[in-house]
């Protein structure tokens, strides 16, 4: 359980025992009943962290969006976006063990996360980690009713796959940009769990040198 659950319940519980005390225990229902909500909206269960090399996981519960290449600054790179409803658990989760090398603010619109552009223009949070391999950007991103984004590791910290990150209040959506050579493991429509289930699988920095020197030999 997340803290704020126990926050936001608690608050009510007390609502609701004042207003059953001043008034009638009927009114108490709704801010009980909305006591319960919270509690279970920000349930955080445990998960079993894949541990085959190279594997990315999800960074968060959710159904897959979109699965497509873009072009970034970086080259072409594969984007996996998940739509996070008001029903899935809202927790989010490194998708690859690394080093967290950049964390960038980004303020914007809170357009619905199922919208194309809501990966630009909504207020998000993008970070860059750095592991066995080329770098993966991950971003939580904002939706119609998400109005908070946290994320508690600093750049510098040390992350392990799976490793619990932060949360976004509420519907929401993360992308996840990967390098190109990464092969993909999920189609849009796929449900998936934050932590456990594998998005893509990359290669490691190994496997990329010795793919380079292969294309250098064919080309001399």
Request: proline residues 5%.
């Amino acid at each position: 359980m997340v803290r704020d659950g126990y926050l936001y319940a608690g608050i009510l519980i007390v609502a609701a025992a004042l207003l059953g005390w001043l008034t009638s225990p009927a009114w108490a229902i709704i801010p009980v009943l909305l006591a319960c909500f919270f509690l279970w909206f920000f349930r955080d269960p445990n998960r079993v962290i894949p541990q085959d090399p190279g594997a990315i996981v999800s960074p968060a519960d959710g159904k897959v969006t979109d699965v497509s290449t873009i072009t970034t600054e970086n080259g072409k790179q594969t984007r996996i976006s998940i739509f996070l409803s008001v029903f899935d658990v809202h927790v989010n989760r490194s998708p690859v063990a690394g080093v967290v090398r950049d964390v960038r603010y980004q303020t914007g619109k809170f357009l619905n996360a199922m919208n194309t552009v809501s990966a630009d223009l909504n207020e998000q949070n993008i970070v860059t980690l750095e592991g066995d391999g080329p770098g993966v950007v991950f971003k939580q991103i904002a939706g119609l009713l998400a109005r908070r984004i946290v994320f508690t590791p600093r750049v510098g910290d040390r992350l392990e796959r799976g490793q619990r990150v932060g949360l976004i209040k509420f519907g929401s959506r993360t992308d996840l940009l990967i390098d190109g050579s990464a092969r993909v493991t999920v189609k849009v429509g796929d449900r998936v769990k934050g932590g456990s289930s594998v998005v893509a699988y990359i290669p490691s920095q190994g496997a990329l040198a010795g793919a380079a020197a292969l294309s250098a030999e064919k080309v001399y």
